[in-house]
Structure formats: structure tokens, C-alpha cells
């Protein structure tokens, strides 16, 4: 039979049909392996020569012409179908549709969002920074020496290129916090800026309600002229403000970081409570985060004269917040993909 043939023979047979069974029936016979063209195809090489390039282009032509015609025939079954089905009796156009799910943010992209917005209204930049980060600055460039306890394997994930997970010699570590993004702003900007970086962090942690593997922190850092501790608490305030929508007492506690000096624990006095609860564990107030005036290594190690400039830093753990501000009393929820959960915000 001709390609000619065969192409009559199909599209009388498409135009037959009545559904999408003997609509897939007939593109089985002629399309998949084993079918009419592909056996014309392989009935190429035993042609003589001056016959191939005919047939060759026979048999596309003829794929070709199958393929628009099933595709042609499908939606005049699937407008028929359609037609049938408003002309129905039993139709009724006023009845209303199903609702569609709606997704959410997640309560860590709503909190990092709403506190990029108060800074960024407050002139910080928004900054990121690699995952898979260089030991460089995770620790040498944040004035972490060797022997500090960070750097036990039991503490940090270490990205080996050997394979061995017993192997902490290599650069790369998962960041353990999101600092290492100060000493990468400081190769980046010219002082005096303020920048702010959200993200993941990594710590090699037993997971349990109050600890994850996974967690996320927001990094703030300002490197200027004369920046003293006053600037740190103004700006806390400033934020906390934001956040809350009323002023918030704050206090320092002396607190030892290695990439600042000096070093605090900041706190806020509890905006839950007027004499203890839950969230503060009875003691109104509620540890926010480790903050301080940058180290003078840590300038150094960014490129900037310490004699001239200098900054401080503050810490947020994001994750911490969310719990605060939702009640939330398991850490897992947050990078558990529990529908239920994330339904809730």
C-alpha cells in the first residue's frame, strides 16, 4: 500500500471515530513502535537508492498528517462532549463552583518579609549569602580560632570532598550562622552601610521541640563612624517598636562571642504580660539576641581599618520569633511540611 493509500485509509478511520479509546487505538497502530510508519521507516535501507530520500519524506509526511488529524478529531469529540453536557437537563449554570485551595506564605517567609520591610525603611540592605559556605568565613574571618568548640564535627556539618563524614579538614562547612554574611558585606560595601541577611542555617543538632538541624536567623550589621553601643539599643528599640506597635523596654547582659567586643545578650521586656507567663517563664523579660560591637579582627578580616571605622552587629533568630509570636511550642513544625500546620497562616 502507497503512503497515499495509508494516509486515505486513516483519516476515514479517524473521522469515524467515536472516542478517545479508538481515537488511542488507531495512534498505536500507525505512531508507537511496531506501528505503519515506523515500518515504512525500517523498509527505508532495502529501497534502491534513488527511492530512499521519496520514501523517507513519504513517511513523515504521512506522521505528520496522522498526528494533526488525531489532534484535530479529539477536540471536535472533546467540544461535542462539552455541548452535551450544557445542554443537559440536568445542568445548572447558577450553582456555585468549588472553592480552590488557596495557598499561604509560610510564618518564616511572613516574618523574614515584614522585618526586610522595617529595615529596609530603615536604610539597611538586604543581603544573602552561600549555604555551603567557605571555612573562611564561617570561622577564621569571625575571629573563631581552631580550638573553639564550633568546630567540632558534633557541632557543624563539614561538606568533605573525600566522601568521609569523619573527614573536618575540608573549606567548606554548611554556615552554622548567618555572620559569615558580615565579613562579605564589608568586602562588598564602602562604610558607612547598614545591611541585613536573612536565611537558612545548619547545626549538626539532636532535634527535639526546642532544637532543629534546620533553622533560620536574620544577620544585622552597621559599619560607620563613632557607632557605639547607643546605636545597638536604638536601633533595637526602633525595631521591636515596628514589630509590636508600642515601645518596648529593653536590657544588655554581658554575653562572650567571639566576633564581637564587647559581647551582650539582649533582651526585651515581654509584650505578652504584665507580670509573667508562659513565654517569658515567669520572668518578663525574653531573650532576643546575641549582639555587640564588631570585633576589631573581624574588620580587619572584611577590609576595613578598625582605627577608623567601627559597627555592631545583632543576631535574630527568626525561627524564635515565629515561635513567640504564634505561640508555637515545637521548633519541628517549622520545617515539618505538615499541611495541617501550614494551613493556619
Not at 171 to 176: D, G
Not at 240 to 268: I, K, M, N, T
Amino acid at each position: 500500500m502507497d503512503i497515499e493509500a495509508h494516509e486515505r485509509t486513516v483519516r476515514s478511520r479517524i473521522a469515524e471515530a467515536t472516542d478517545a479509546d479508538a481515537l488511542r487505538a488507531i495512534e498505536r497502530e500507525y505512531l508507537e513502535k511496531g506501528g505503519v510508519v515506523a515500518d515504512l521507516l525500517a523498509s527505508i535501507p532495502t529501497l534502491p537508492p534513488t527511492e530512499r530520500k521519496a520514501a523517507g519524506q513519504g513517511a513523515n509526511a504521512l506522521k505528520r498528517a496522522v498526528t494533526e488529524a488525531l489532534e484535530s478529531r479529539r477536540a471536535a469529540l472533546d467540544g461535542a462532549q462539552l455541548e452535551a453536557e450544557l445542554a443537559a437537563p440536568d445542568f445548572d449554570p447558577t450553582i456555585p463552583a468549588r472553592p480552590l485551595d488557596a495557598g499561604s506564605l509560610h510564618p518564616i517567609t511572613q516574618a523574614a518579609r515584614r522585618l526586610e520591610e522595617i529595615f529596609s525603611s530603615m536604610g539597611y540592605h538586604v543581603l544573602d549569602g552561600p549555604e555551603v559556605e567557605l571555612d573562611h568565613y564561617n570561622f577564621e574571618a569571625l575571629n573563631i580560632p581552631k580550638d573553639h568548640p564550633a568546630r567540632d564535627m558534633q557541632d557543624t556539618f563539614f561538606v568533605s570532598a573525600s566522601g568521609d563524614r569523619s573527614d573536618t579538614s575540608g573549606a567548606l562547612v554548611m554556615r552554622t550562622h548567618t555572620s559569615p554574611v558580615q565579613v562579605r558585606a564589608m568586602e562588598r560595601l564602602e562604610p558607612p552601610f547598614r545591611a541585613i541577611a536573612p536565611g537558612r542555617v545548619f547545626r549538626q543538632e539532636t532535634t527535639d521541640a526546642t532544637h532543629e538541624h534546620t533553622f533560620h536567623q536574620m544577620e544585622g550589621l552597621v559599619v560607620g563612624d563613632g557607632i557605639s553601643v547607643a546605636h545597638l539599643i536604638g536601633t533595637m528599640k526602633t525595631f521591636l517598636r515596628e514589630v509590636f506597635e508600642r515601645d518596648l523596654d529593653v536590657r544588655l547582659r554581658p554575653g562572650y562571642f567571639p566576633f564581637v567586643e564587647p559581647g551582650f545578650e539582649l533582651d526585651a521586656r515581654c509584650p505578652f504580660c504584665e507580670s509573667g507567663c508562659r513565654v517569658c517563664k515567669q520572668s518578663r523579660w525574653i531573650e532576643l539576641c546575641p549582639c555587640g560591637l564588631v570585633h576589631p579582627n573581624v574588620l580587619r578580616a572584611g577590609g576595613i581599618d578598625p582605627e577608623r571605622y567601627s559597627g555592631f552587629a545583632f543576631g535574630l533568630g527568626l525561627s524564635r520569633l515565629v515561635m513567640l509570636r504564634y505561640g508555637l511550642d515545637d521548633i519541628r513544625h517549622l520545617m515539618g511540611a505538615d499541611v495541617r500546620f501550614l494551613e493556619q497562616f
